[in-house]
């Protein structure tokens, strides 16, 4: 089965170490890291943003790296 599609997902980071300055969403296709990023000045245009695509959004999860604070599928 490796012709089946990922399942995007956006990781949303509190200023991360190579973006120090804004927040940052990642897009990961199931694990995997894309180049695919967004950045913002607040987390709340970031939300808005997957919000307005339809998107669902799920808590970090215990044992994530401190900086992630939430997903968006």
């Known amino acids: 089965m490796t012709d089946r599609p990922g399942l995007p997902m956006w990781t949303i980071y509190d200023h991360p170490r190579d973006f120090p300055h804004c ?4 897009l990961f296709i199931w694990d995997k890291p894309t180049e695919d990023i967004l950045t913002a000045p ?5 939300q808005a943003h997957f919000y307005e695509l339809g998107l669902y959004r799920m808590e970090r999860q215990e044992g ?5 604070v939430e997903i968006w599928i």
């Open 42 to 46: 607040t987390l709340e245009a970031l």
């Open 23 to 26: 927040w940052v969403a990642r």
């Open 64 to 68: 994530d790296d401190a900086k992630i």
